[in-house]
């Protein structure tokens, strides 16, 4: 349907804008409602439409949205301001909050918006017109092909930072639920989990919904050096200043010099009261993101390292709690949870052991939450999932959202077809190989907190890559904290006694950057490593050998110097080549052993590459030569293998520190 609802009043619209409504919008859209708006002294007028059913099916626009104009020559970022106006005078209408229409006087309203999304990637999907394109004759493809142009176009799967807004937000409504509800119940919690996973878009979540409901909180930024590089007592004060912060608030509270050691645990007691009956709010919630910056034993900073900084600010807050309960809760979050896994500190009780759940992990996405999210935003950007992909992206990304997101940005970079477009299996295992094979630094980046503080998990991640159950087993069996981890991060399952990874994408780098350390080799494994382990060192090595003799003793003599080693036949046969011709494998035919011997001779040049043990580098060349293409034919026994292993991991080591 289309065209004007009857009781829609256009009596205070100016001409041009009622000009547009009527014979443009009203020919496209259905509209429903009209009016005014005045925010900073500027007017503005707008409608609300109605979109047909063309486009709910192209851009998953269901609900009426706002069309906005625009009456000034230059678009102001604040202007975005008055949509969230407009949505708020409606709270009855549930208004589409994906996207709105911009039309204004601006003649490079186009270039204005493109320059707001760089700086917030989080806004909504502005589709813009100029007064200007707007003729006097209508074409309903021009406003269709501009929606195309915007939804299309714009990857909303490729969000880096945390998501602080409502809007792109999905599948954690159940925990921020249990977060509040424990804060409302005076508990205290924790919320820990691998890198990418959510945390802070959760703790985000946590206050959207708790100020909603009038309870105060604020989100404490470990990381920041304006908190953590204050000693513990001037941190309490920079807490109550972001509490004043970043909920508004205007109330007198103590200068810093007033937050002393010996008055600080009162002054801060003091503050908050003072807060709360300014506010009339329910407790305040004390969100502490990225805590590890401030733990014991693990912070970069050596004042919070050793432990008096943190023990005496957590003992603060803790004996405030126990007096006054419903003065505050807190929340801690991090990777690490190794703040609340201490029970001693530098032989003093830890004074949050058993204040905070050590087991509270950002849980994984279920198929139902993949589904919910990539299908919605799929259908935005004009891409519909196949029902497999759903379950293919939790079996292969282990319902980890950033990772899910990121490769879906990559299917929709790699659909260079018309849109709307449809993505099967073929498309998704393309774009997942591709993905993997440029984005192992998301990998490296999960595993940083277990590679960093808790490394025998992370080699026991290795072991199981390398299905090396055997090990994997015997440190599990050890003792259960090791797999604790593992778990609760979401890495592993356990069923019946039985491990396995969750995220198929981790274990395929681990097995990737690890494939030289599998065990149970058959020969055809041991000759596959062999051949691709000497094909990546050789090139390397006659790079560096031929510049190095190079540099000491020119072109001619390192030329005359190479031939001596290769022997009459071919010293003959490559005089007239130059010294690059004799290194380049498809023009010379120059050995390994070749290399060997003229490292061996030359060694005085070559020890700060090699190190000072001139027989063991020989002897490391020989035993990669005995392992030759021509040698094939041979039976490699797994203590040949070892001896091979051991012998080109040295040589790859001194070649990669070379290059």
């Given at each position: 349907?289309?065209?004007?609802?009857?009781?829609?009043?256009?009596?205070n619209?100016?001409?041009?804008?009622?000009r547009i409504?009527?014979?443009f919008?009203?020919?496209?859209?259905?509209?429903?409602?009209?009016?005014?708006?005045?925010?900073?002294?500027?007017?503005?007028?707008?409608?609300i439409v109605?979109?047909?059913?063309?486009?709910?099916?192209?851009?998953?626009?269901?609900?009426?949205?706002?069309v906005?104009?625009?009456p000034?020559?230059?678009?102001?970022?604040?202007?975005?301001?008055?949509?969230?106006?407009?949505?708020?005078?409606?709270?009855?209408?549930?208004?589409?909050k994906i996207?709105?229409v911009?039309?204004?006087?601006?003649?490079?309203?186009?270039?204005v918006?493109?320059?707001?999304?760089?700086?917030?990637?989080?806004v909504?999907?502005?589709?813009?017109?100029s007064?200007?394109?707007?003729?006097?004759?209508?074409?309903?493809?021009?406003?269709?092909?501009?929606f195309?142009q915007?939804?299309f176009?714009?990857?909303?799967f490729?969000f880096?930072?945390?998501?602080?807004?409502?809007?792109?937000?999905?599948?954690?409504?159940?925990?921020?639920?249990?977060?509040?509800t424990?804060?409302?119940?005076?508990?205290?919690s924790?919320?820990?989990?691998?890198?990418?996973?959510?945390?802070?878009?959760?703790?985000?979540?946590?206050?959207?919904?708790?100020?909603?409901e009038?309870?105060?909180?604020?989100?404490?930024?470990?990381?920041?050096?304006?908190?953590?590089?204050k000693?513990?007592?001037?941190?309490?004060?920079?807490?109550?200043?972001?509490?004043?912060?970043?909920?508004?608030?205007?109330?007198?509270?103590?200068e810093?010099?007033?937050y002393?050691?010996?008055?600080?645990?009162?002054?801060?007691e003091?503050?908050?009261?003072?807060i709360?009956a300014?506010?009339n709010?329910n407790?305040i919630?004390?969100?502490?993101?990225?805590?590890e910056?401030?733990?014991?034993?693990?912070?970069?900073?050596e004042?919070?390292?050793?432990?008096y900084e943190?023990?005496?600010?957590?003992?603060?807050?803790?004996?405030?709690?126990?007096?006054?309960?419903?003065?505050?809760t807190?929340l801690?979050?991090?990777?690490?949870?190794?703040?609340?896994?201490?029970?001693t500190?530098?032989?003093?009780?830890?004074?949050?052991?058993?204040?905070?759940?050590?087991?509270?992990?950002?849980?994984?996405?279920?198929?139902?939450q993949?589904?919910?999210?990539?299908?919605?935003?799929?259908?935005?950007?004009?891409?519909?999932?196949?029902?497999t992909?759903?379950?293919?992206?939790?079996?292969?990304?282990?319902?980890h959202?950033?990772?899910?997101?990121?490769?879906?940005?990559?299917?929709?970079?790699?659909?260079?077809?018309?849109?709307?477009?449809r993505?099967?299996?073929?498309?998704?295992?393309?774009?997942?190989?591709?993905?993997?094979?440029?984005?192992?630094?998301?990998?490296?980046?999960?595993?940083?907190?277990?590679?960093?503080?808790?490394?025998?998990?992370?080699?026991?991640?290795?072991?199981?890559?390398?299905?090396d159950?055997k090990?994997?087993n015997e440190f599990?069996?050890?003792?259960?904290?090791?797999t604790?981890?593992l778990?609760?991060?979401?890495?592993i399952?356990e069923?019946?006694?039985?491990?396995?990874?969750k995220?198929?994408?981790?274990?395929?780098?681990?097995?990737?950057?690890?494939?030289?350390?599998?065990i149970?080799?058959?020969?055809q494994?041991?000759?596959?490593e062999?051949?691709?382990?000497?094909?990546?060192l050789?090139?390397?090595?006659?790079?560096?050998?031929?510049?190095?003799?190079?540099?000491?003793?020119?072109?001619?003599?390192?030329?005359?110097?190479?031939?001596?080693?290769?022997?009459?036949?071919?010293?003959?046969?490559?005089y007239?080549?130059t010294?690059?011709?004799?290194f380049?494998?498809?023009?010379?035919?120059?050995?390994?052993?070749?290399?060997?011997?003229?490292?061996y001779?030359?060694?005085?040049?070559?020890?700060n590459?090699?190190?000072?043990?001139?027989?063991?580098i020989?002897?490391?060349?020989?035993n990669?030569?005995?392992?030759?293409k021509?040698?094939?034919?041979?039976?490699?026994?797994?203590?040949?293998m070892?001896?091979?292993?051991?012998?080109?991991?040295?040589?790859?080591?001194?070649?990669?520190?070379?290059?």
């Amino acid at each position: 349907m289309k065209g004007i609802y009857q009781k829609t009043d256009f009596s205070n619209f100016p001409l041009v804008e009622k000009r547009i409504t009527e014979k443009f919008l009203a020919k496209e859209f259905l509209i429903t409602r009209s009016d005014k708006i005045e925010v900073s002294k500027s007017n503005y007028y707008f409608v609300i439409v109605k979109p047909p059913k063309i486009y709910s099916d192209l851009f998953n626009v269901v609900r009426e949205f706002v069309v906005l104009f625009s009456p000034y020559e230059e678009f102001q970022p604040r202007t975005l301001q008055v949509i969230d106006k407009i949505h708020n005078s409606f709270p009855g209408l549930r208004l589409e909050k994906i996207c709105t229409v911009i039309i204004s006087k601006c003649k490079n309203i186009e270039t204005v918006l493109r320059e707001i999304l760089h700086s917030d990637p989080e806004v909504q999907l502005l589709v813009p017109f100029s007064y200007d394109d707007f003729p006097e004759e209508f074409n309903g493809e021009f406003i269709k092909n501009k929606f195309k142009q915007y939804f299309f176009t714009r990857d909303l799967f490729s969000f880096q930072a945390e998501l602080k807004k409502e809007l792109y937000f999905f599948g954690r409504n159940e925990i921020i639920q249990k977060l509040a509800t424990k804060h409302k119940s005076n508990e205290n919690s924790g919320l820990f989990g691998l890198r990418k996973t959510g945390k802070t878009s959760i703790l985000h979540g946590v206050r959207r919904l708790l100020n909603s409901e009038g309870t105060l909180s604020v989100i404490i930024n470990c990381q920041s050096p304006e908190f953590n590089l204050k000693s513990w007592n001037f941190a309490l004060h920079y807490i109550i200043k972001e509490i004043k912060s970043q909920n508004g608030i205007i109330q007198k509270v103590r200068e810093e010099k007033l937050y002393l050691s010996s008055k600080a645990v009162e002054s801060f007691e003091s503050d908050l009261k003072k807060i709360l009956a300014k506010s009339n709010s329910n407790g305040i919630l004390l969100i502490f993101d990225e805590i590890e910056h401030i733990t014991f034993q693990v912070s970069h900073l050596e004042q919070w390292k050793r432990g008096y900084e943190f023990l005496t600010f957590w003992q603060s807050l803790r004996s405030i709690f126990q007096k006054e309960s419903n003065l505050f809760t807190f929340l801690i979050a991090g990777t690490n949870p190794k703040s609340v896994e201490f029970t001693t500190i530098n032989g003093t009780d830890n004074p949050i052991f058993e204040l905070i759940q050590r087991d509270s992990y950002v849980p994984s996405f279920s198929v139902k939450q993949i589904e919910e999210m990539v299908s919605f935003l799929g259908k935005i950007m004009g891409l519909s999932f196949d029902d497999t992909i759903f379950s293919k992206l939790k079996e292969d990304f282990g319902g980890h959202p950033f990772l899910i997101r990121q490769v879906c940005s990559h299917i929709h970079k790699q659909v260079k077809t018309e849109r709307p477009a449809r993505v099967d299996k073929i498309i998704y295992e393309a774009a997942k190989t591709q993905y993997n094979r440029d984005n192992a630094i998301y990998n490296e980046m999960i595993l940083e907190v277990l590679k960093n503080f808790y490394n025998d998990e992370y080699q026991m991640l290795e072991f199981l890559a390398l299905d090396d159950t055997k090990t994997f087993n015997e440190f599990a069996a050890i003792s259960p904290n090791y797999t604790t981890h593992l778990k609760g991060y979401g890495i592993i399952d356990e069923n019946n006694g039985s491990y396995h990874f969750k995220i198929e994408s981790v274990k395929n780098y681990l097995c990737e950057k690890k494939k030289y350390k599998k065990i149970g080799l058959t020969q055809q494994d041991k000759l596959r490593e062999i051949s691709e382990r000497r094909n990546l060192l050789e090139p390397k090595l006659r790079t560096i050998i031929r510049q190095i003799i190079f540099s000491k003793h020119g072109g001619n003599e390192a030329k005359k110097l190479v031939l001596k080693i290769m022997g009459t036949e071919r010293e003959r046969k490559y005089y007239s080549k130059t010294l690059k011709e004799i290194f380049d494998g498809d023009k010379s035919i120059i050995f390994f052993d070749d290399l060997r011997k003229v490292v061996y001779t030359e060694w005085n040049n070559f020890e700060n590459i090699f190190g000072k043990n001139k027989s063991e580098i020989d002897t490391y060349m020989i035993n990669i030569n005995k392992y030759r293409k021509d040698a094939h034919a041979k039976n490699i026994s797994d203590d040949d293998m070892a001896l091979f292993r051991v012998s080109i991991s040295k040589l790859e080591e001194y070649v990669e520190n070379y290059l």
